[in-house]
C-alpha cells in the first residue's frame, strides 16, 4: 500500500475513485457535466495549494466483492497501472468551499475509501499523511457528519468520530455536520457561518433554492433530479445558486442545500424524496 500525490496529468484517478463501479449507468451519465466541472475546479485549485493523496497498490488477478457492484476483478480498477483505494483531498481554508472562516490552516474537502477497501486501514494511513502536511500549518480543519449522513443515505462517509480519534475536536456544529479542529500549535480555531433564513418577495408560488458547487460531481446528481422531477410541481419556482464564489457561501451559510422560501431546510446535498419531504410540509401548511 503506497500513498501517492496526484498531479495534474493523473485526474484520472479521480474520476476513478468519485465515479467508482457501483455508480450504476443512468446515475454516471447525469454526473458526466459535474465530473468536468470537479477536474477544472481541481486545476484552477492547485494553483492555491489544492492536493489530492491517494492510496495505490499493484493490481491482483484475483475476483473481489464489491459494495453494490457485485463480483469484479481487483485488476479491472486499475488506472495508471495501479489500483486506487481511496484519497483525500485538501486545501488552505481560506479557498475552501464551505461556510468556514479561518486562516493559516489546511481543510479537508473529502475523504473518501473505495468499499471494498473499507475497514483495511486506508483511512488511516490517509489521514496520518495528511497530518504530517497540517504540521507546517499549524492546525487542520474539517466539516464531519455526526447524526444526520451525507445525502441522507445511512453511508458513514466523513463520520466525525473517525476525526477525533486523531486529535481533531468540536468547536462548532450545524446540527448536520461538526466543524473539527486539529490544534498543531500555530493559528486560531476556525469559525462556522451558520446559515440564516433570508427574506423572499410575496408570491403564489414557492422559492426552491439549490446551493450547488463544482468540487463533488454529486451536486449535478442532485440538480438533475431536481429538473426530472420538479414538472409536477407548477407552483414551485427553482433558483439554482452556484457557490463556487466563496462570497456566496458566507452571505447565506450553506454551500450545497436547499433553501425553501428563503428557509435553510437541508443543509448538505440532498436526494429528491428529500426535498419533496420539504415541499409537501408547505403545501400541507397552506391547507
Not at 123 to 143: D, H, M, N, Q
Not at 145 to 164: A, C, L, N, S, V
Not at 204 to 230: A, G
Amino acid at each position: 500500500m503506497k500513498i501517492h500525490q496526484i498531479s495534474e496529468d493523473e485526474l484520472d484517478y479521480v474520476c476513478a475513485v468519485c465515479l467508482d463501479p457501483s455508480v450504476g449507468k443512468k446515475t454516471r451519465e447525469m454526473m458526466e457535466g459535474g465530473m468536468n466541472d470537479r477536474l477544472c475546479w481541481i486545476k484552477n485549485q492547485m494553483k492555491n495549494g489544492l492536493e489530492i493523496l491517494i492510496v495505490v497498490e499493484k493490481p491482483r488477478k484475483e475476483k473481489i466483492r464489491y459494495k453494490w457492484a457485485g463480483l469484479i476483478t481487483h485488476a479491472e480498477l486499475a488506472v495508471h497501472g495501479l489500483v486506487p483505494k481511496g484519497l483525500l483531498e485538501f486545501l488552505p481554508i481560506e479557498y475552501a468551499l464551505e461556510p468556514i472562516e479561518g486562516e493559516s490552516m489546511l481543510f479537508i474537502n473529502c475523504i473518501w475509501i473505495l468499499p471494498p477497501f473499507w475497514n483495511s486501514g486506508v483511512a488511516k494511513s490517509l489521514i496520518e499523511s495528511f497530518v504530517e502536511r497540517a504540521k507546517e500549518y499549524g492546525g487542520a480543519s474539517v466539516l464531519a457528519y455526526e447524526g444526520d449522513r451525507w445525502f441522507g443515505t445511512t453511508i458513514k462517509y466523513m463520520p466525525f468520530r473517525f476525526f477525533e480519534k486523531f486529535g481533531f475536536k468540536e468547536i462548532a456544529t450545524d446540527g448536520t455536520r461538526k466543524l473539527l479542529y486539529l490544534d498543531l500549535g500555530a493559528n486560531d480555531p476556525p469559525t462556522l457561518v451558520l446559515p440564516e433564513t433570508k427574506p423572499v418577495e410575496n408570491s403564489n408560488r414557492t422559492q426552491l433554492d439549490i446551493f450547488f458547487n463544482s468540487q463533488c460531481p454529486w451536486n449535478r446528481y442532485m440538480i438533475e433530479e431536481v429538473k426530472q422531477n420538479i414538472q409536477r410541481y407548477p407552483e414551485i419556482c427553482v433558483n439554482l445558486v452556484n457557490t463556487d464564489d466563496r462570497e456566496k457561501i458566507l452571505e447565506y451559510g450553506v454551500s450545497r442545500g436547499i433553501f425553501l422560501n428563503g428557509e435553510p431546510v437541508i443543509k448538505r446535498m440532498a436526494e429528491w424524496n428529500e426535498i419533496k419531504s420539504e415541499i409537501d410540509k408547505i403545501k400541507l401548511a397552506k391547507k
